[in-house]
């Protein structure tokens, strides 16, 4: 079984876990792309000067609009605006469980995988640069670290993977982890 149908098989073995209604919809992709004989996620540095998530390291996506008939649509439809990807050129591999942001967003991760060498536009007023980070990469364990963060008088556990001069963290390193640890299991245990 090659990779893509390993990660196809993964996700669709996975309970998925969704969380009630409440908070603004929005949805995410997680595109994965082959690359010198691997795949690699794509994720892109937010510019300083957006509102939400300035300089943080995030996947394309954002919060569902209207027209959206569901929150694939949404993360499509980011993905296209953010990074030029055509929704028609992604293979959706699966959907991981609903993660709640801090910034009151319902946010539904989908994985998916568009050709290599893609021909990427980015929206430079959204996205400061594009990371093409290898899946080996992220499974190396001393990339990865936990810290115990105060918020609203809980400690809730923070997830890092670096990346050269980059932390990716947050809740683009708790949907990195999840989908590391359903596809590659152990692999990815401290």
């Given at each position: 079984?090659?990779?893509?149908?390993?990660i196809?098989?993964a996700l669709?073995?996975?309970?998925r876990?969704?969380?009630?209604?409440?908070?603004?919809p929005?949805?995410?992709?997680?595109?994965?792309?082959?690359?010198?004989?691997?795949y690699?996620v794509?994720?892109?540095?937010?510019?300083?000067?957006?509102?939400?998530?300035?300089?943080?390291?995030?996947f394309?996506g954002?919060?569902?609009d209207?027209?959206?008939?569901d929150l694939?649509?949404?993360?499509l439809r980011?993905t296209?605006e953010?990074v030029g990807?055509?929704p028609?050129?992604?293979?959706?591999?699966?959907?991981l469980?609903?993660?709640?942001?801090i910034?009151n967003?319902?946010?539904t991760p989908?994985?998916?995988?568009?050709?290599?060498?893609?021909?990427?536009?980015v929206n430079?007023?959204?996205i400061e640069?594009?990371?093409?980070?290898?899946?080996?990469?992220?499974?190396?364990?001393?990339?990865?670290?936990t810290e115990?963060?105060n918020?609203?008088?809980?400690?809730?556990?923070?997830?890092?993977?670096?990346?050269?001069?980059d932390?990716?963290?947050g809740?683009?390193?708790a949907?990195?982890?999840q989908?590391?640890?359903?596809?590659?299991g152990r692999?990815?245990?401290p």
């Open positions: 079984m090659d990779l893509k149908d390993h196809k098989t669709a073995a996975h309970v876990v969704p969380m009630a209604p409440g908070p603004v929005a949805a995410v992709l997680l595109p994965l792309f082959p690359k010198s004989g691997e690699h794509l994720l892109t540095k937010r510019t300083e000067h957006l509102n939400h998530h300035r300089g943080e390291i995030a394309p954002g919060s569902a209207p027209d959206d008939t694939l649509q949404t993360a980011e296209w953010e990807i055509a028609e050129d992604v293979d959706i591999l699966g959907v469980d609903d993660f709640y942001s910034h967003y319902l946010v989908y994985v998916g995988l568009f050709p290599a060498d893609y021909p990427l536009k430079s007023w959204e640069r594009i990371l093409e980070v290898p899946l080996s990469h992220l499974l190396r364990p001393e990339v990865f670290r115990d963060w918020w609203k008088g809980r400690q809730h556990p923070v997830h890092f993977y670096t990346f050269g001069d932390e990716i963290w809740l683009t390193a949907i990195l982890k989908f590391l640890d359903l596809v590659f692999l990815t245990q």
